[in-house]
């Protein structure tokens, strides 16, 4: 029975401290105040702790609160991704079928979350038991709970080259309502590492202790201690197929006959906490994994969608490098005037952000390229830039000392940089960007630091600069070494 009146408990909790410390009296010649508080608070606080501190297992899955409308949000946020997809791939004939094959798997997502049968999938090694043990659960599942289930066992994790890849088998794994993964004994490193990916794909997760009666007592207890220490308690031990045991029966006469006699399976410790998971998760279970589906199929929706932008952003990027190349080789300036002028141009955003959906006013597409200038410059990108290309460019004396070919080559060199960091930055971006104070500078500056360092490669860049000489000197002598 669950008291539901604090006031009157804490007020019994009260009078029963009261008592206390007045048939203590007679024996405590003291009592300080501390003494006091520390009993007043133990039976005032007395309903607190004996109240289950424990949330309501539905209230959260495995790291992540999940409910019906979170899980709807998460449908209805996959669609629209979906519906970009599809005006963007109207004219795309590679990525079309793909789009038709996820809209028809999103309008699935909504039935999904009234299943009310369970998939539950067994997984782990070889010879791990997991055939077995789906035979034992199926004989045993009207025990479990009055919810149907659908078991599932997976191909072999771990196995040699040739058979189903790792990868493959826990994209089946993440698919289900919840896993059981099985292990005959102590966790290997891969059994691990392939656990955490279960937990981070928010995926519920069981850890079988299975064949435990093929080990000692004592090597039984050790095992299972190690692996409830790993798995914070989330692991129950099972005997799915128990090897047979040497029986004896003496004889009146003295004879003694012997048979080997095979025990029952020792599933209880496992059918007991599936009962209790059913009961009380079984809708959230469901919730969870329509959750998962959605981020995916967001996920893979975006990819193709971004794939598109792409292949539109980079014609305008080489655009407006070679523009910004000509301006700064006709009229040669100092590295700061030319990030300032042609470099980073507020045209060049707005563009991008167009084909991206981050709307931005001429004002605001300012702003964007003065911070991308300034990161440029906190991170020293235009002096190594500058001298990365310089030593490029030394190698031939003609395109060296002809005038503005290095500030030419830079700024455009430095124009790509702007445009290749503000592809990777609007591509992870959900919503459409309406000012300034949007942009996150941290994760702008890593952006920009990382398209740097990629096209730092000296392959790279010297492809780049025989580009850019083309582009300023086309009368230059082919032969020519850059």
Same mark, same amino acid.
């Given at each position: 029975?669950?008291?539901?009146?604090?006031?009157?408990?804490?007020? &019994?909790?009260?009078?029963?401290?009261?008592? *206390?410390?007045?048939?203590?009296?007679?024996?405590?010649?003291?009592?300080?105040?501390?003494? +006091?508080?520390?009993?007043?608070?133990?039976?005032?606080?007395?309903?607190?702790?004996?109240?289950?501190?424990? /949330?309501?297992?539905?209230?959260?899955?495995?790291?992540?609160?999940?409910?019906?409308? *979170?899980?709807?949000?998460?449908?209805?946020?996959?669609?629209?991704?979906?519906n970009q997809l599809a005006q963007a791939a109207e004219n795309h004939v590679e990525t079309f079928h793909a789009n038709s094959q996820l809209q028809e798997q999103?309008?699935?997502?909504?039935?999904?979350?009234?299943?009310?049968?369970?998939?539950?999938?067994?997984?782990?090694?070889?010879?791990?038991?997991?055939?077995?043990?789906?035979?034992?659960?199926?004989?045993?599942?009207?025990?479990?709970?009055s919810t149907p289930v659908q078991f599932q066992e997976t191909p072999p994790l771990f196995t040699e080259a040739g058979e189903k890849s790792d990868a493959s088998?826990?994209?089946?794994?993440?698919?289900?309502?919840?896993?059981?993964? +099985?292990?005959?004994?102590?966790?290997?490193?891969?059994?691990?590492?392939?656990?955490?990916?279960?937990?981070?794909?928010?995926?519920?997760?069981?850890?079988?202790?299975? /064949?435990?009666?093929? #080990?000692?007592?004592?090597?039984?207890?050790?095992?299972?201690?190690?692996? /409830?220490?790993?798995?914070?308690?989330?692991?129950?031990?099972?005997?799915?197929?128990?090897?047979?045991?040497?029986?004896?029966?003496?004889?009146?006469?003295?004879?003694?006959?012997?048979?080997?006699?095979?025990?029952?399976?020792?599933?209880?410790?496992?059918?007991?906490h599936l009962g209790e998971i059913l009961a009380t998760r079984g809708q959230y279970l469901v919730w969870g994994t329509t959750m998962r589906k959605a981020r995916?199929?967001?996920?893979?929706?975006?990819?193709?969608?971004?794939?598109?932008?792409?292949?539109?952003?980079?014609?305008?990027?080489?655009? #407006?490098?070679?523009?910004?190349?000509?301006?700064?080789?006709?009229?040669?300036?100092?590295?700061?005037?030319?990030?300032?002028?042609?470099?980073?141009?507020?045209? *060049?955003?707005?563009?991008?952000?167009?084909?991206?959906?981050?709307?931005?006013?001429?004002?605001?597409?300012?702003?964007?390229?003065?911070?991308?200038?300034?990161?440029?410059? /906190? &991170?020293?990108?235009?002096?190594?830039?500058?001298?990365?290309?310089?030593?490029? &460019?030394?190698?031939?004396?003609?395109?060296?000392?002809?005038?503005?070919?290095?500030?030419?080559?830079? !700024?455009?060199?430095?124009?790509?940089? !702007?445009?290749?960091?503000?592809?990777?930055?609007?591509?992870?971006?959900?919503?459409?960007?309406? =000012?300034?104070?949007?942009?996150? +500078?941290?994760?702008?500056?890593?952006?920009?630091? =990382?398209?740097?360092?990629?096209?730092?490669?000296?392959?790279?860049?010297?492809?780049?600069?025989?580009?850019?000489?083309?582009?300023?000197?086309?009368?230059?002598?082919?032969?020519?070494?850059?």
């Amino acid at each position: 029975m669950k008291l539901q009146r604090p006031i009157l408990v804490g007020g &019994l909790g009260l009078s029963f401290s009261l008592w *206390m410390l007045q048939s203590l009296h007679h024996s405590m010649v003291q009592v300080g105040e501390l003494s +006091l508080f520390s009993l007043l608070v133990v039976g005032g606080g007395l309903w607190l702790l004996k109240k289950n501190p424990t /949330k309501h297992p539905t209230e959260q899955l495995d790291g992540i609160p999940v409910n019906r409308a *979170m899980v709807e949000q998460a449908i209805a946020n996959t669609e629209a991704v979906v519906n970009q997809l599809a005006q963007a791939a109207e004219n795309h004939v590679e990525t079309f079928h793909a789009n038709s094959q996820l809209q028809e798997q999103v309008s699935h997502l909504t039935a999904e979350l009234d299943r009310q049968e369970i998939k539950l999938a067994v997984t782990g090694g070889k010879s791990v038991g997991k055939t077995t043990l789906i035979q034992v659960l199926k004989q045993n599942v009207a025990t479990l709970h009055s919810t149907p289930v659908q078991f599932q066992e997976t191909p072999p994790l771990f196995t040699e080259a040739g058979e189903k890849s790792d990868a493959s088998v826990l994209k089946e794994a993440i698919a289900s309502d919840f896993v059981l993964f +099985l292990t005959n004994g102590d966790l290997t490193d891969s059994e691990f590492q392939t656990l955490q990916q279960l937990k981070a794909a928010h995926q519920s997760t069981l850890l079988v202790f299975n /064949k435990q009666d093929q #080990y000692l007592p004592d090597e039984r207890f050790s095992i299972l201690s190690q692996l /409830k220490q790993r798995m914070q308690d989330n692991v129950v031990a099972t005997a799915a197929s128990p090897l047979p045991i040497k029986v004896r029966k003496h004889q009146e006469d003295g004879s003694v006959d012997s048979w080997l006699e095979v025990p029952s399976p020792d599933i209880q410790q496992l059918t007991q906490h599936l009962g209790e998971i059913l009961a009380t998760r079984g809708q959230y279970l469901v919730w969870g994994t329509t959750m998962r589906k959605a981020r995916m199929l967001k996920t893979e929706a975006k990819n193709l969608l971004n794939g598109i932008r792409r292949d539109r952003a980079f014609p305008v990027i080489e655009q #407006y490098q070679w523009i910004a190349a000509a301006a700064a080789f006709a009229n040669p300036v100092p590295a700061l005037d030319i990030l300032a002028t042609a470099a980073i141009n507020a045209q *060049m955003v707005m563009d991008l952000g167009g084909i991206y959906q981050q709307k931005f006013s001429l004002e605001q597409a300012q702003t964007v390229a003065g911070t991308l200038g300034n990161l440029m410059l /906190k &991170l020293g990108l235009v002096e190594l830039s500058s001298q990365a290309i310089g030593t490029v &460019l030394k190698s031939n004396a003609v395109t060296f000392v002809a005038g503005g070919v290095v500030q030419g080559v830079s !700024a455009a060199y430095l124009t790509r940089i !702007a445009g290749l960091s503000l592809v990777e930055y609007f591509q992870d971006q959900e919503i459409a960007i309406n =000012s300034e104070t949007k942009l996150n +500078l941290d994760k702008l500056g890593q952006t920009l630091r =990382s398209c740097f360092q990629h096209n730092q490669q000296i392959g790279l860049l010297q492809s780049f600069v025989k580009q850019g000489v083309k582009v300023l000197l086309p009368e230059s002598p082919e032969g020519v070494r850059v």
